[in-house]
DNA sequence: AGATTGGCTGTATATTTATACGAGCGTGGT
DNA sequence: ACCACGCTCGTATAAATATACAGCCAATCT
């Protein structure tokens, strides 16, 4: 039952304009399916449907965050600082870290994600990531704190 | 006013999780803006933004409509900022830019064909965009014109 | 100047969406 | 058989979002 309407859902919806709920509702019961507003929002909830102004749309390919599956707290700083970094040197108002291999990437978004006034952006490869700072001062508060991660 | 607040909303979206219009209408007071739920559904019909099950999300800078014209003449700075900028900072003779996740390789490439002369090079990760500049004050005025474009 | 137009906003409210709650049903355990 | 559990769904309603309407302001026209 579910599944063959949440697969009518997708079609209805790759093919003509929808914006509303009950315009969905409408549109199935055309096909044979009928059910209420409520199954539908928990239907849209499920296949994580988007809307915007032009109406519902397919989950677009690229997901922005994260990639459904797992929904777990995305990991802190700390936990990332302690899974993959090596390093830490300050040159002016940058910040480099180094990491294991393939560590830069998350640490850079661990970094992103503690939204610290003093970092400006995070710029990450493999191994390295640059931290931006507006001046030295706050390059050497970043520094410390970090180092302070990787010594505890 | 108008335009300021719509770049704030695109930021706070970029790094935290909003499901309501009146939490976003919470968090940008913190910042300093104050409106209406009601503007802030106008906005965000103007800005094209999607809604999920994980919250509001920035449009998927690929506009869905018409692949028509594939290749026309590159697309400008000013497009690509427009697209997928978020916010731009200075610091010293670095200018940060922040775009959303995957904008930050075509706003470094459009950059780059410019050809400023203020312009010594510049490094792109996922969404973050780092340009180099000979010196603080050109670092300034390098800002200044993205901001502007980013404020139109 | 006075009138007119258009953009932006808030208030109040209509419309749309999400959810608390409970009923119905099939499965597996005792 | 009986019960407990889990899943799905509808009803009623709470919560969130969109919009009709009016006020305000600045720019432009007569």
Known sequence: M??????????????????????????LRRRGIEVTQ??????????????????????????????????????????MIDSFGLRVQQAMNQVVIGTTLGGAQPVAAALDREGWSEVVGTLAGDDTVLVICPDPKRAGEITGRIRRMLES
Chains 1, 2 share one sequence.
């Open 2 to 27: 579910k599944d063959q309407r949440q697969i009518a859902i997708r079609e209805v919806l790759s093919s003509s304009l929808v914006t509303s709920q009950d315009e969905l509702r409408r549109k």
């Open 38 to 79: 409520a199954t539908l929002s928990r239907d849209i909830h499920e296949l994580q449907l988007l809307k915007g102004p032009e109406g519902y749309s397919l989950p677009n390919g690229h997901r922005s965050t994260a990639p459904a599956g797992a929904d777990d707290a995305p990991p802190s700083l700390k936990e």
